[in-house]
């Protein structure tokens, strides 16, 4: 029997799960949006203030819920990078002196990694290798995943990542931080008729008239501002601008899902991160996979955002390959390269 605790602090939730051979045995998060919504985004300071202040209740809480003790744990998964680097310090400290007293292991755990690796949780069927596309608020890439720990970028944004451009765009049409879920929301609820109702002309595509797998969306937000600021800014133009944003943002990455897949020859597709919640990418990539016979792969809605269970789960596989503790040094890093060593 091996149990994993797992702990995630690197932005603005704190999450802890703990995952046995069993499965996933119990998840508590807390999210910050309320401390931050008032500043338009994450303040570093209050974030780390905010993980020391749940830490200890949300560990309580899932020993709880999992009804074991202390001494069940046999290892201790903590994010050690990237992301903020006063949160994932509380995070780690935390993970690095519980794994001393209780004199078990503590593995660092790369949080893209676990993000990639979330969609494994529900379905440990799904094997390497797989193409991942990492759609975040930090991060837009496509990356061959060869095994646990061996993983290659194929592309990247140059400027803003997807949900980024979500919460810009949202941001600039007058929609309350983090915009970008709700901007989605919308955008599947425009009723319009692209005919007879108010509705933009069709937003460029970037980048897919050019070879490779690079993304840009900067260009798409300075766009959406431009049509917003002619338009009638009203609730239909609201609409109408996130349903055309949506759609050419969708659909670039749909076509760039399938050069990858093409590129690598590789017929799995992972999808990773918070935007993995979109529901029109979604369904943009079922059909398209399932046309050129490939199956994509998304985690649980609730896992696609940071949480506990995806860094529970890293680790527990890390246990399985005896990965060696990460020592007592408490080390983090702010940039990591996912191709990278701690
Ligand atoms: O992975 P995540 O929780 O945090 C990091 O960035 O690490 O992703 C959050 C991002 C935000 O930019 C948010 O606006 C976006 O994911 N997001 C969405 C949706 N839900 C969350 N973007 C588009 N459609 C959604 N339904
Ligand atoms: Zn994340």
Same mark, same amino acid.
């Given at each position: ?7 995630? +602090? +690197? ?32 303040? &570093?300071?209050?974030? *780390? ?27 201790? =998964?903590?994010? =050690? ?5 006063? /949160? ?10 519980? %794994? ?7 593995? /660092? ?26 759609? +975040?608020?930090?991060?837009?890439? $496509? ?17 803003? =990542? ?13 929609? *309350?931080? &983090?915009?970008? /879920? ?28 050019? &070879? ?5 969306? *900067? ?24 349903? %055309? ?7 670039? $990455? ?13 017929? !799995?597709?992972?999808? /990773? @991160? @918070? ?6 990418? !979604?369904?943009?990539?079922?059909? +398209?996979?399932?046309? *050129? ?5 998304? &985690? ?11 860094? =529970? ?30």
């Amino acid at each position: 029997m091996m149990l994993v605790l797992g702990i995630e +602090s +690197s932005c603005d939730e704190t999450g802890l799960a703990l995952y046995s051979d069993e499965g996933l045995l119990a998840h508590a998060l807390y999210s910050q949006i309320d401390t931050h919504k008032l500043f338009g985004g994450v303040v &570093p300071e209050l974030a *780390s203030r905010d993980h020391i202040k749940y830490l200890v209740p949300l560990f309580d809480e899932v020993l709880k819920e999992a009804k074991i003790e202390l001494k069940d744990i046999d290892a201790v =998964a903590y994010t =050690a990078g990237p992301g903020l680097v006063g /949160a994932l310090l509380t995070g780690a400290t935390f993970a690095k002196s519980l %794994a001393y007293a209780l004199g078990i292991p503590s593995i /660092a755990i790369h949080h893209l990694e676990a993000h990639i690796l979330a969609a494994k949780l529900d379905d440990p069927q799904l094997e390497f290798p797989f193409v991942a596309l990492l759609v +975040s608020g930090g991060h837009t890439q $496509l990356i061959e995943a060869r095994e646990l720990g061996a993983y290659s970028i194929l592309g990247d944004t140059l400027d803003d =990542a997807v949900g980024e451009a979500f919460d810009k765009t949202a941001k600039l049409m007058g929609i *309350s931080y &983090p915009g970008g /879920a709700m901007l989605a929301k919308l955008a599947d609820s425009w009723q319009g008729d692209y005919a007879h109702k108010w509705y933009p002309a069709s937003f460029p595509r970037p980048m897919l008239d050019r &070879p490779g797998l690079n993304f840009s969306f *900067s260009g798409l937000k300075t766009h959406a501002l431009n049509v917003w600021q002619k338009s009638a800014q009203d609730d239909n133009a609201r609409a109408a601008i996130a349903h %055309a944003f949506q759609q050419a943002v969708i659909e670039t $990455l749909s076509v760039k899902c399938q050069r990858a897949l093409s590129q690598t020859k590789i017929s !799995r597709l992972v999808v /990773a @991160g @918070g935007v993995g919640a979109n529901l029109f990418l !979604r369904k943009v990539l079922h059909e +398209s996979m399932s046309n *050129s016979n490939a199956t994509v792969y998304f &985690p649980k809605m609730q896992f696609c955002t940071d949480n506990g269970a995806m860094i =529970a789960y890293a680790g527990y596989l890390y246990m399985k390959q005896n990965k060696k503790d990460s020592g007592l040094d408490i080390q983090v890093k702010s940039r990591w390269p996912l191709t990278s060593n701690l």
